[in-house]
């Protein structure tokens, strides 16, 4: 019967000790994760104020473009005119 007690602390202790390192091993594991979202958010806030001067960019030479269109569309009426 002693020996039942001694294996069953045995087993306790190597639980434990097996345990303790695997919780070690998830906070770091935790740690690295926490790391690695914050890293994506600078990340990505850096892309979306990237896109958001892409954007901007494209909004200004669709009106530049229009405003072109327009001009030529009136040249073109004018020609048609002159002829």
Do not use: H
Not at 21 to 45: P, W
């Amino acid at each position: 019967m002693k020996y039942l007690y001694v294996l069953f602390a045995l087993f306790v202790l190597v639980a434990g000790c097996s345990s303790s390192k695997s919780d070690e091993r998830r906070e770091q594991d935790l740690k690295n994760i926490r790391r690695t979202v914050d890293s994506l958010k600078v990340v990505k806030g850096s892309m979306d104020k990237s896109l958001d001067s892409l954007n901007s960019v494209s909004r200004k030479k669709d009106q530049e473009m229009k405003s072109l269109m327009n001009q030529l569309d009136s040249l073109q009426k004018n020609m048609q005119e002159n002829k």
